[in-house]
């Protein structure tokens, strides 16, 4: 999840205090926040970004004291984006709105030029010249990526940012070979996802968070998101994050746990790629039924390792899985050696 506390794009000490506890903590991938592939792709002027050579040696460094201290396994990746009309906005705590004239704003990017919302800056809409920028700026991160030792790569093409917004109907009224038509309006997302994969070393995992549903009427469905997986998956991705929501200020969302899996779920069983599901997925015995069903082949957590970053751990103990590796210096809580451990966590003990 974004942090929005870099510094003009390059990560710091709260980052290297984020990411080392999330590293120690047993999952088994850590996908940095997304982060944008030019300046004024960031959301905010909080944005972590992979632009130039400051970003990529300030991640690299960072990336590497996460392995020293990860259990072995634990693999890293990141999340490549570009906000498009809703770049140049304040920190959630700042309240969330496109900056305003005395809060060092900048021109935004959108398939079309039409506004996130009202009171939000009219986006220039791209020209072909600005669309191979924007793409040549895809492949230059994802380059630096790779350099910088991740294991995996995501486009962010959810969530109403720049590649979500080119997909949408309700985004892209572009009347040229961009736009119109289902396959018109994805043109663009797989011509960078196309170029990304081909930038990458072998080695390097290719995915990518795709949209569910835009929740919102004439947007998209679960059904375009079955297509554009196995049009990625012929693009040479291994998986897709399925997610929802983001490309309108006000979606017809109803949330409840697991509330976006059935997205994920429907996206697994239709199109021939493997699928990662999210949605308010909270407990471990749920996460588990989620994988355990079919119904995704992975799960990501998020706001839950933000509340408790030793989620996994605690995870294991309720399921009465084997125990997560722990750094020598933290063995002492394990609930084997420690009774404290069914008085902190008595949901488990009761599981």
Same mark, same amino acid.
């Given at each position: +999840?974004?942090?929005?506390?870099?510094?003009?794009?390059?990560?710091?000490?709260?980052?290297?205090?984020?990411?080392?506890?999330?590293?120690?903590?047993?999952?088994?991938?850590?996908?940095?926040?997304?982060?944008?592939?030019?300046?004024?792709?960031?959301?905010?002027?909080?944005?972590?970004?992979?632009?130039?050579?400051?970003?990529?040696?300030?991640?690299?460094?960072?990336?590497?004291?996460?392995?020293?201290?990860?259990?072995?396994?634990?693999?890293?990746?990141?999340?490549?984006?570009?906000?498009?009309?809703?770049?140049?906005?304040?920190?959630?705590?700042?309240?969330?709105?496109?900056?305003?004239?005395?809060?060092?704003?900048?021109?935004?990017?959108?398939?079309?030029?039409?506004?996130?919302?009202?009171?939000?800056?009219?986006?220039?809409?791209?020209?072909?010249?600005?669309?191979?920028?924007?793409?040549? %700026?895809?492949?230059?991160?994802?380059?630096?990526?790779?350099?910088?030792?991740?294991?995996?790569?995501?486009?962010?093409?959810?969530?109403?940012?720049?590649?979500?917004?080119?997909?949408?109907?309700?985004?892209?009224?572009?009347?040229?070979?961009?736009?119109?038509?289902?396959?018109?309006?994805?043109?663009?997302? +797989?011509?960078?996802?196309?170029?990304?994969?081909?930038?990458?070393?072998? #080695?390097?995992?290719?995915?990518?968070?795709?949209?569910?549903?835009?929740?919102?009427?004439?947007?998209?469905?679960?059904?375009?998101?079955?297509?554009?997986?196995?049009?990625?998956? #012929?693009?040479?991705?291994?998986?897709?994050?399925?997610?929802?929501?983001?490309?309108?200020?006000?979606?017809?969302?109803?949330?409840?746990?697991?509330?976006?899996?059935?997205?994920? %779920?429907?996206?697994?069983?239709?199109?021939?790629?493997?699928?990662?599901?999210?949605?308010?997925?909270?407990?471990?015995?749920? %996460?588990?039924?989620?994988? %355990?069903?079919?119904?995704?082949?992975?799960?990501?957590?998020?706001?839950?390792?933000?509340?408790?970053?030793?989620?996994?751990?605690?995870?294991?103990?309720?399921?009465?899985?084997?125990?997560?590796?722990?750094?020598?210096?933290?063995?002492?809580?394990?609930?084997?050696?420690?009774?404290?451990?069914?008085?902190?966590?008595?949901?488990?003990?009761?599981?």
């Amino acid at each position: +999840m974004c942090q929005y506390q870099a510094d003009d794009g390059v990560p710091n000490e709260w980052h290297l205090m984020h990411y080392l506890q999330l590293a120690i903590g047993g999952a088994g991938l850590i996908m940095f926040e997304a982060t944008h592939v030019e300046r004024s792709g960031r959301i905010t002027h909080g944005c972590l970004g992979l632009y130039n050579d400051a970003q990529e040696f300030a991640l690299k460094r960072l990336l590497a004291a996460c392995r020293r201290i990860a259990p072995l396994g634990t693999r890293f990746g990141i999340q490549l984006a570009h906000a498009g009309r809703k770049a140049s906005a304040q920190r959630p705590w700042d309240g969330g709105k496109s900056l305003g004239p005395h809060e060092d704003p900048w021109p935004t990017l959108a398939p079309s030029a039409v506004p996130f919302a009202d009171g939000w800056q009219t986006p220039e809409a791209l020209d072909e010249d600005g669309m191979a920028r924007v793409k040549t %700026a895809f492949v230059h991160a994802a380059l630096r990526a790779a350099r910088a030792g991740f294991d995996a790569v995501e486009l962010h093409c959810a969530h109403g940012y720049l590649l979500h917004e080119f997909a949408s109907p309700l985004s892209n009224l572009r009347s040229d070979g961009y736009g119109g038509s289902p396959r018109a309006r994805l043109r663009f997302p +797989m011509e960078v996802a196309i170029a990304v994969r081909a930038a990458l070393p072998v #080695e390097v995992a290719f995915g990518a968070r795709i949209t569910g549903s835009d929740y919102a009427a004439g947007g998209l469905t679960v059904d375009d998101a079955i297509v554009f997986a196995d049009r990625l998956k #012929e693009s040479g991705a291994v998986y897709v994050c399925v997610s929802g929501g983001g490309n309108v200020a006000r979606p017809n969302i109803q949330v409840s746990p697991g509330y976006q899996v059935p997205l994920a %779920a429907r996206v697994r069983a239709h199109s021939d790629m493997r699928t990662r599901a999210v949605g308010l997925i909270v407990a471990p015995q749920q %996460a588990e039924q989620i994988v %355990a069903s079919g119904a995704a082949d992975m799960v990501a957590i998020a706001r839950g390792f933000l509340d408790n970053p030793r989620w996994a751990w605690h995870a294991a103990e309720a399921l009465q899985a084997p125990s997560i590796a722990r750094p020598p210096a933290y063995a002492r809580t394990e609930a084997s050696v420690w009774p404290g451990a069914l008085l902190a966590r008595p949901s488990n003990a009761a599981s």
